[in-house]
């Protein structure tokens, strides 16, 4: 589990870090949470189709969410 490891990273260490994890999610899950969309775009340059799946949760207080 990651938690917004990526905050402080440019985009070129970002794209690496992506890559390797994406290489390490062959051997073992790996759950990847971001707030910073950026990063969701750039997952989606870096990792291949059929290894990077993306999940939007809604904030509190949005329609819908029973916690409002």
Known sequence: ???DILINFDN????????ILAG???QTQILFFTHHR???ELAGTAVSDGTLFIHHLEARGE?????S
């Open 63 to 67: 329609v819908g969410n029973p916690e």
């Open 24 to 26: 390490l999610s062959r």
């Open 1 to 3: 589990i990651l938690d």
């Open 12 to 19: 070129h260490r970002a794209r690496a870090t992506l890559e």
């Open 38 to 40: 950026h990063l969701l």
